[in-house]
């Protein structure tokens, strides 16, 4: 079998799009709609795949042609479902038409093949670096009634089992249409043996994994509040029941968006399984005049028979080098101290000087000065839209500052909230119509401040200009870029009526826009994007930001879960991780120094807290750890991560890293209470090389790499509540490190 290909097959209309990991199969159904075929692992080739088109006759079932009781849509499995025409499953398109039907009838019309993958106009998706890296199928379908064409698009990637997907409308037809639903993805499975796993939660809990097993009926995730949102993020995992971290076979499906979606799966009466991902179509509508035409979010598909964690590192690989750009990609993350949790709001210039001065001093790089430096910005009601600098707490200016900052040695980062404006602000007081508002209705606010309309242009042009001119001005290398709270009263003073259901998705586009046009005319910068801890943590930041505040819940304990769920899709290296002070803010609760640091190593590193309120043996322990990270992080951040006990399900976590080469490998393992005369513990391993010879520096021991992976590394503690002299005592949330290293390659 070969590499990667994309096949058509004249006699048979049937597409094979295929590389060594998956196969996905498609054929042109009698009724000129596109039939759904296969998608699994990798099969052999054949001319002809039509008799996986199952149909069967079934009473009380409505039929496509007169004289044939088999055909009907609701029982085939199909590409692109359409509203109306005898299929009864939620469809993938829904079109408004000037009459008020929604029928559409999506013929086939043609197909091109093209090598590496065309980029998506105004929107984050993947990419290629060379024509080689992937294949791009386009099929074309039209309605005969309106006019409309439908382009789906498919990319086959070389060296993964991902199969990215998007659908772009052109209305060719002589009036307007309404797109009500224009989802990214539809697949239809044969069968719904699969256990759905998504990542939910809320502010400060984000990200854990919960697990149920699909009955008939729909069950769904979404968002409908302007961003992806901390309830849930935008990605599902569905797992063979025998399927585990370890082996088996799962599907990931994740969207590359950062506005309202949805993902659902509806399994129907004769248990097939119709899964769609893309915008919420709830909450838009999209008007298309003719010629105009529109592209819909892409969504990622991958497949594995490995088990959960290769189809993690599928993901990470993926968006770490083909979907995060620029400079920062492929560079290990600057240590950085924020101010945040240090001062919140009550900070001075030589308050910020102190704290960047003793973080200089124990290995800090980059200087992080968060919320409350611009505007009237004394508290949460003032100062969001005025980008300029408070003169009452910088009396000398941003400039100065990050010139001060840069004299001791350390880059200066500085946090904005671009798409919010506080009523008292001047830019407010100036524009107070380019919030987003409904005519005559009350306007909600969320933490006092209300949301910019992104919408229109002039809007992204004038918050443009001011952190352009910031950017220009001062020595700035890190960006936090905020959002901190969600959409309410959607309606834009700036588009018609019919135009309002489009406001949700063109705010996110001006969101984009913006990214794009700092991140291009600011290279080097570091953003980092946060919405209120993970409140936006998706796949369409990535694209601009190469790192993402995971949590404002900066607890290690609670970060585990944290950490642990969204490593599922996300690569370790955009995972915003710090060390913060006990008793913890968010919780109160209080875990060792080291366990803090050790939770923290895996993801982007940093402190949020002031080291000067440290003890000296505290300081000098920070002092380690960054030491450490220095001397690791380029393999924790873009080592091969693998999940090995889940702190889901009992009171020990454990994850690891692996170089590629296989030759270092550091273990994260957690406990979270204590227990006295406890059992033997061992962690099996995985990604090791069963030849090499691993060093354990904690023990000085060495062990095969087949021993470490089938017997496991022994993690018992060496006393039963009894301590020997000389050894620290354990308490509750212990957590160790353990550096493998090869000493006989
Ligand atoms: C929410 C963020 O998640 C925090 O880290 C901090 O930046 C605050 N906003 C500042 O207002």
Not at 301 to 312: A, E, I, K, P, W
Not at 519 to 526: R, S
Not at 614 to 642: C, D, H, T, W
Request: proline share 4%.
């Amino acid at each position: 079998m070969g590499n990667m290909s994309i096949v058509y097959h004249e006699s048979s209309k049937t597409f094979h799009l295929y590389n060594e990991d998956v196969s996905y199969i498609m054929t042109v159904m009698r009724n000129g709609h596109l039939g759904q075929l296969y998608y699994g692992k990798r099969i052999r080739d054949r001319e002809n795949f039509s008799h996986l088109l199952e149909t069967c006759k079934r009473p009380m079932t409505s039929y496509v042609y007169d004289n044939d009781r088999t055909f009907s849509l609701e029982h085939v499995r199909q590409e692109y479902p359409v509203f109306g025409t005898t299929d009864y499953r939620q469809p993938a398109v829904e079109i408004r038409q000037e009459n008020g039907s929604r029928i559409s009838d999506f013929q086939y019309q043609g197909y091109q093949v093209r090598k590496g993958k065309p980029k998506l106009s105004g929107l984050p998706a993947t990419y290629t670096e060379n024509e080689k890296e992937a294949e791009t199928l386009t099929v074309t379908l039209e309605d005969r009634v309106t006019k409309v064409r439908v382009k789906l698009l498919y990319t086959i990637f070389a060296e993964s089992g991902a199969l990215a997907r998007s659908v772009q409308f052109v209305n060719g037809g002589e009036g307007p249409v309404y797109l009500s639903r224009a989802m990214s993805l539809s697949l239809d499975m044969p069968d719904h043996d699969y256990l759905w796993q998504q990542l939910s939660g809320c502010w400060a809990r984000e990200c854990h994994i919960h697990t149920r097993s699909l009955e008939p009926g729909i069950q769904s995730i979404g968002s409908m509040r302007g961003h992806s949102s901390h309830e849930h993020n935008p990605f599902l995992v569905l797992k063979r029941p025998s399927a585990d971290e370890r082996q088996g076979e799962a599907m990931g499906i994740s969207l590359v968006y950062s506005g309202n979606f949805r993902i659902q799966a509806e399994v129907d009466a004769h248990d097939t399984l119709r899964v769609l991902a893309g915008i919420d179509p709830e909450t838009f509508e999209w008007k298309l005049e003719p010629g105009e035409d529109f592209q819909t979010p892409e969504a990622v598909m991958v497949y594995t028979d490995r088990g959960l964690n290769h189809l993690s590192q599928t993901f990470h690989k993926l968006y770490r080098t083909r979907l995060a750009r620029g400079y920062w990609r492929d560079r290990p993350r600057p240590i950085l101290n924020n101010n945040w949790e240090a001062t919140y709001f009550d900070f001075t210039q030589d308050r910020l000087i102190e704290i960047a001065s003793r973080a200089k001093e124990c290995g800090v790089e980059l200087f992080v000065l968060d919320d409350g430096w611009f505007g009237e910005r004394n508290n949460e009601r003032a100062g969001l839209g005025d980008w300029r600098v408070n003169k009452k707490r910088l009396p000398k200016g941003v400039g100065f500052l990050a010139e001060r900052i840069e004299g001791l040695g350390l880059q200066f980062g500085l946090w904005f909230e671009p798409e919010m404006v506080n009523r008292n602000s001047d830019f407010y007081r100036a524009h107070p119509d380019w919030i987003l508002s409904t005519p005559g209705r009350h306007e909600s606010h969320g933490r006092h401040q209300y949301v910019l309309d992104f919408s229109r242009k002039e809007v992204v042009d004038a918050i443009y200009e001011q952190m352009a001119k910031l950017l220009r001005e001062a020595k700035i290398s890190y960006i936090k870029w905020d959002m901190n709270r969600s959409i309410t009263e959607c309606y834009s003073a700036a588009w018609p009526a019919d135009r309002q259901g489009e406001i949700y998705h063109r705010y996110i586009l001006g969101v984009y826009s913006l990214y794009e046009r700092l991140t291009t005319e600011f290279p080097k910068v570091l953003f980092e994007s946060c919405a209120s801890g993970g409140g936006r943590f998706d796949p369409g930041m990535l694209y601009y930001a190469p790192q993402g505040w995971v949590s404002d819940d900066s607890d290690a304990v609670e970060r585990l879960k944290i950490q642990y769920g969204t490593s599922m899709c996300y690569p370790i290296s955009s995972m915003g991780a710090h060390v913060s002070v006990t008793p913890n803010h968010q919780v109160y609760r209080n875990t060792p120094l080291h366990t803090r640091a050790n939770v923290a190593y895996f993801g982007a590193f940093g402190y949020e807290l002031d080291l000067n309120r440290l003890s000296e043996p505290e300081r000098n322990e920070v002092k380690e750890q960054i030491a450490f990270m220095k001397k690791y992080r380029e393999i924790l951040q873009f080592g091969i991560f693998y999940r090995l006990k889940s702190p889901f399900e009992g009171n020990e976590a454990a994850w690891m890293v692996v170089s590629e080469d296989k030759k270092t490998a550091l273990v994260g393992w957690y406990r979270i209470l204590n227990c006295v005369n406890g059992s033997y513990t061992r962690v099996r391993l995985l990604g090791l090389n069963p030849e090499y010879c691993y060093r354990n520096a904690r023990t000085g021991d060495c062990h095969f790499g087949d021993e470490l992976m089938n017997v496991g590394l022994i993690t018992s503690d060496e006393t039963a509540g009894e301590l020997p002299a000389g050894i620290t005592p354990y308490t509750d949330f212990e957590s160790r490190i353990y550096v493998l290293e090869v000493t006989k390659p």
